[in-house]
């Protein structure tokens, strides 16, 4: 769906948000697997296993760092974002 926005601070906020859902989705696909392949391995750790546990840890501590840091919005004068003040 494409969500159509004059202001420049709303399409960084669509994007952040857009961001946020992917690296949760894609984290939590990656930890599925993860475990899917321990149980199936009857709880031996796989090379499989090795690879897609740190990368869904990683992508998930990635959108969770990212939703707590919020949406970078550039405010007007000086190029001061609203995080600085």
Known sequence: MVELVKDVRLIRIVRWRSMVHNLLIIGSIFLAAALYRLSEDN??????????????????????????????????????TENDI
């Open 43 to 80: 709880w031996a750790f796989s090379s499989l296993t090795a690879i897609y546990l740190p990368v869904g840890m990683v992508l998930l501590t990635a959108g969770i760092l990212l939703l707590m840091r919020g949406p970078i919005i550039y405010v007007e004068k000086d190029g001061v």
